[in-house]
């Protein structure tokens, strides 16, 4: 069972800047793609981030161009990497590990933009 652990969130104004970490308690190697989604609340969960085992990666429309991930994989961790952050972006943010047709998800954390 993969446990996914994620670090980073908290509260910052607009126009302001947040890391998230995830750190898997196994390697990732064999993980098919890695990601982060959030959901606020009365919404639905939506992608937010993904990178694949080859390293590539896709975002969505509202964070492209503000929103990097990364994977290191010495370290068991993928990262996210928002800048320019906007109220919109309040939410809770979790990781998502997918291993065949398997998906685990950490436990969130909240990040609140203010105005």
């Known amino acids: 069972q993969v446990q996914l652990v994620e670090s980073g969130g908290g509260l910052v104004q607009a126009g302001g800047s947040l890391r998230l970490s995830c750190t898997a308690s196994?390697?990732?190697?064999?993980?098919?793609?890695m990601g982060w989604y959030r959901q606020a609340p009365g919404k639905q969960r939506e992608l937010v981030a993904v990178i694949s085992s080859g390293g590539i990666t896709n975002y969505p429309d509202s964070v492209k161009g503000r929103f990097a991930i990364s994977r290191d994989y010495a370290r068991n961790t993928v990262y996210l990497e928002m800048n320019r952050l906007k109220p919109e972006d309040t939410a809770v943010y979790y990781c998502n590990a997918h291993i065949g047709n398997y998906d685990y998800w950490g436990q969130g954390t909240q990040v609140t933009v203010s105005s």
């Open positions: 196994e390697s990732t190697y064999r993980f098919n793609a």
